[in-house]
């Protein structure tokens, strides 16, 4: 055993085996995660940051919840595939849990563990992981985060307005226009409408949407074959589609009368559009119904002009969600923005940002009997609200100036023995050149 493996404490650590004999590990992260090395970390922070500042901008409170979620909150009943993909298991206390797939869930959870003590209208965001365990066949992403908005307690369209416009600020910060990307906007109420009219019962409605929201995914027979197993007539059948070509909110109003609340809503939410400035943004599409049981009135998607990318982000009114979960109902709307799809849109607008590393010194001893005196350097240098990397062993200079070069420094600070001897210090500013001896106390 070396001396080093009797470590301080004395006691013998195992002895290292022999080289060879261990399995090395993959190193890679699961089948669908993704690690974040430092560049993609800058990249995921100015982002979230992003979404931090519009949150912020629109007076919206941060919260969180855990991302292992009673797997209760998610088992709806209506063929959802976020049911399907649910990363879920038993626990060591035999308890049903899931890594939650979507955040809506956790925060009506919330709302309702709240109750009286919260006083609405609630404006919250997150920004979380959610995941999903999707086969590998379509080589997919199983989690992504996802950065939530939702207001709680507004009936109105208002709140639709003040969510896609806080969407509108995000995406003009990090520099996408209304030529990039836009919003495809309708109401569930159109087919609750169409539904009403062929008696299809009230129970129907979330199974129905999450199959028509497949219908550019699958084939329509297909579309139909499910309609017509959930119990609807030839007629509704052919209605519902009929009602989702419609390719404008006049041609809507013609064709259902005034259907209404869908129009009224509809008609409302453009109107504040323009008033809010960015009706460019927006389009009626009677075919956008989003995969989610809960939604209710207003839903919307954000996508991409040149239509090669999936929805940037979506949302809608959920006015029952709470009843589900055997609370009183308190109308809901909100949406999600996922961190994947925007970066895909960045890359193909060239809009990533340049984003280096920023480190003010590298602060560095010239002899191994200096580098307590360094530390000393850092220290000031520190408390002065520098940013200072220290270099930790005694390197020479010429792997110094490398890594200042590599990591973007600004300045370099070097402890030589002749110069500490006459209470100063060296500094190289890296981008002129310019170097000089200054006293500690006035090194700024
Ligand atoms: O947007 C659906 C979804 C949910 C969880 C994880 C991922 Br990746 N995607």
Redesign the pocket.
Same mark, same amino acid.
């Given at each position: 055993q070396s001396s080093s493996a009797a470590g301080r404490s004395g006691a013998l650590s195992p002895a290292p085996p022999l080289s060879g004999a261990v399995q090395k590990i993959d190193v890679n992260p699961p089948k669908g995660t993704r690690d974040f090395p430092p560049e993609d970390m800058r990249l995921r922070n100015w982002l979230f940051n992003n979404f931090r500042e519009v949150s912020r901008l629109y007076g919206f409170e941060e919260v969180d919840f855990p991302v292992l979620e009673n797997e209760a909150l998610f088992t709806r009943k209506a063929g959802e595939e976020?049911k399907d993909q649910l990363y879920c298991f038993e626990d060591q206390g035999k308890r049903r849990v899931a890594l939650r797939? %979507?955040l809506t869930p956790s925060l009506a959870r919330l709302v309702i563990q709240k109750g009286k003590s919260v006083s609405l209208p609630l404006k919250w965001f997150t920004v979380g992981q959610?995941? /999903?365990y999707e086969r590998m066949t379509r080589g /997919? /992403? /199983? %989690?992504?985060y996802q950065w939530n908005m939702d207001i709680i307690g507004v009936p109105g369209v208002m709140a639709e307005a003040e969510l896609l416009a806080s969407i509108v600020t995000l995406f003009k910060r990090i520099g996408i226009t209304e030529s990039d990307v836009g919003f495809k906007v309708s109401s569930r109420k159109v087919l609750q409408g169409v539904l009403k009219c062929y008696s299809i019962p009230e129970n129907l409605f979330g199974k129905v949407c999450v199959i028509i929201d497949k219908i550019e995914k699958i084939p329509v027979d297909e579309i139909k074959k499910e309609l017509k197993v959930v119990g609807l007539s030839e007629e509704a059948v052919h209605e519902l589609l009929e009602v989702l070509s419609v390719k404008s909110l006049a041609e809507l109003e013609e064709r259902v009368g005034s259907c209404g609340e869908a129009i009224a809503d509809l008609k409302q939410l453009f109107l504040l559009a323009e008033k809010f400035g960015y009706s460019k943004w927006l389009q009626f599409d009677a075919s956008v119904v989003r995969g989610l049981a809960y939604y209710t009135g207003i839903v919307f998607e954000g996508f991409d002009r040149e239509g090669k990318l999936r929805a940037i982000c979506g949302g809608g009114r959920y006015d029952h969600l709470f009843s589900t979960f055997g609370a009183d109902d308190i109308a809901a709307c909100g949406f999600g923005f996922?961190d994947?799809v925007i970066v895909e849109l960045l890359k193909e607008k060239g809009l990533l940002p340049e984003l280096s590393l920023q480190v003010h010194n590298i602060v560095c001893a010239l002899d191994e009997d200096l580098q307590a005196v360094a530390a000393t350097v850092a220290n000031v240098l520190r408390e002065k609200g520098q940013s200072v990397d220290l270099v930790l062993e005694s390197k020479p200079l010429k792997w110094v100036f490398k890594r200042a070069a590599r990591t973007n420094v600004e300045r370099l600070v070097i402890v030589g023995s002749s110069e500490w001897q006459r209470g100063m210090v060296g500094v190289k500013i890296l981008s002129t050149g310019e170097q000089y001896e200054v006293k500690l106390d006035d090194l700024k």
């Open positions: 976020i797939p %979507e959610c995941w /999903r /997919r /992403r /199983r %989690e992504h996922g994947a």
